[in-house]
């Protein structure tokens, strides 16, 4: 077995083995590369690898706001051992109401990173993993989440972790052409411990993706992603509030806690 192979089955590439249980057949002459490792380090790490709050701004689809700069560390901070903590705290006053539909009124704050780096998969690029661990919030009216979004446009969009207050993940890949989520829900035994959630995502000819989905490193679903090739990709952790989840959400803070995260790459 050559250097290179073994490289790419160690960073995360799986062989025959890995397909006979349902991941993907390992790329041939592909070299493989690291793109997020160990960015949770200290806050010159995590600014270098992440920018605060969404791509595109403070407001999403619950009503939670997030707050978070290289300044505010109330909503986004790190703790020992390199684990980012996000914390959502209720606000007794009037913020008025989120600016995305369906524009919720806001009664919380929140905190939400997004990766400098995108996830663009293309000739060049033909394989991905996304990868971390993360001890989620399930109760009523938590909405804690880990998933790509398009940057230019929306589809595409995959979800590797979504709780939408109770137990069970959501794994989401929206189908794109012929509309409408392909949907691999999972009950995850106690979702506030550390358990690991992954995305494996290969070209599968010259519009399309698929999309292996992984749970404490057992394969649970696949799922193709139409027109996702060469459509680069933002990589967003996030606690958002209510919405999906219920209301009325928890009057207590509520913490969201991140580590590992872990993005590679194959270059043909």
Not at 165 to 182: C, I, K, L, P, Q
Request: aromatic share 12%; with cysteine; glycine share 10%.
């Amino acid at each position: 077995m050559s250097y290179t192979r073994r490289k790419f089955l160690a960073a995360g590439g799986v062989g025959l083995a890995g397909a006979a249980l349902g991941g993907p057949p390992m790329a041939s002459a592909a070299a493989w590369e690291t793109v997020i490792s160990g960015s949770f380090v200290s806050y010159a790490t995590l600014e270098a690898a992440w920018n605060y709050r969404y791509p595109w701004g403070s407001d999403h689809n619950g009503s939670a706001r997030m707050y978070a700069s290289a300044s505010d560390h109330n909503h986004v901070l790190l703790e020992s051992s390199g684990v980012l903590a996000i914390r959502a705290t209720r606000i007794t006053w009037d913020e008025g109401t989120s600016t995305s539909d369906p524009h919720l009124p806001i009664r919380y704050h929140s905190g939400a990173v997004h990766a400098r780096q995108h996830v663009v998969v293309n000739d060049e690029f033909p394989n991905w993993e996304v990868k971390g661990e993360f001890q989620a919030p399930s109760a009523r009216g938590t909405w804690p989440a880990f998933w790509l979004t398009g940057v230019n446009s929306w589809p595409p969009e995959s979800d590797i972790l979504e709780f939408k207050g109770d137990s069970r993940n959501w794994f989401n890949t929206y189908r794109n052409t012929s509309g409408g989520w392909s949907n691999t829900i999972v009950t995850v035994s106690n979702p506030g411990a550390w358990h690991g959630y992954r995305a494996w995502i290969t070209k599968a000819g010259s519009t399309d993706v698929d999309i292996h989905y992984y749970l404490d490193g057992n394969w649970v679903g696949q799922h193709r992603g139409a027109n996702f090739a060469n459509r680069p990709m933002w990589i967003i952790c996030n606690l958002q509030m209510e919405g999906s989840s219920g209301s009325p959400g928890p009057s207590a803070e509520t913490l969201y806690r991140i580590r590992n995260v872990y993005v590679g790459r194959s270059r043909a």
